[in-house]
């Protein structure tokens, strides 16, 4: 089982990103599957979750941030809008396939000016 984060970079405060996990196989094998993040000197949290079919987000990026899949094109996706200096972290996608947790490799996604 192989995940893989892209799409990160450097954007300006109120910026957009989108960012892609490419997923061996079909996406829906995942449940959950979902966004974490690590900033520096802070533990990794999660940021969305699509669980059952349902998507749930943290606090921090409720209505800013969307996740989506697209079973056809393998991906997992995070839109992320209206950025903010405090969502610079590194970003993993994770799944979980009976009890079985898998981490992709991490993008990173800076928001300075």
């Known amino acids: 089982v192989q995940l893989q984060a892209s799409g990160g970079g450097l954007v300006e405060p109120g910026g957009s990103l989108r960012l892609s996990c490419l997923v061996s196989g079909n996406i829906f094998r995942f449940n959950p599957m979902g966004w974490y993040r690590q900033a520096p000197g802070k533990q990794r949290e999660l940021v969305a979750n699509?669980?059952?079919?349902?998507?749930m987000y943290s606090e921090d990026v409720k209505g800013r941030f969307t996740i989506s899949g697209d079973n056809a094109k393998n991906r997992v996706y995070l839109q992320m809008n209206s950025l903010k200096p405090e969502d610079t972290a590194v970003y993993y996608c994770?799944?979980?396939?009976?009890?079985?947790?898998?981490w992709g490799t991490g993008t990173q996604v800076t928001v300075s000016s």
């Open positions: 699509i669980v059952d079919g349902h998507t």
């Open positions: 994770r799944g979980v396939e009976r009890n079985m947790v898998y």
